[in-house]
């Protein structure tokens, strides 16, 4: 009986430990998730940047006669 209450005993420690670690992982990717939604939004703005200045570029650029233009 006794050796019951110790196994019983040892699993619940096992959880509790096993739910502490998932309750720091699930932090930790928490965490990670908004660093990296921060990084993605930065590059796309800096993508659309970068496609505005390449447009006004373009939109300086004279325009090739009709018999030039590439196909």
């Known amino acids: 009986m006794i050796s019951d209450f110790h196994q019983l005993s040892e699993k619940i420690r096992q959880l509790a430990e096993l ?15 908004v660093v990296l939604q921060d990084e993605n939004a930065e590059l796309a703005r800096r993508i659309d940047e970068a496609h505005l200045r390449v447009a006004a570029l373009l939109e300086k650029m004279p325009a090739l006669p009709q018999d030039q233009e590439v196909a």
């Open 19 to 33: 739910t502490h670690a998932l309750r720091r992982e699930n932090a930790d990717l928490r965490h990670r998730t």
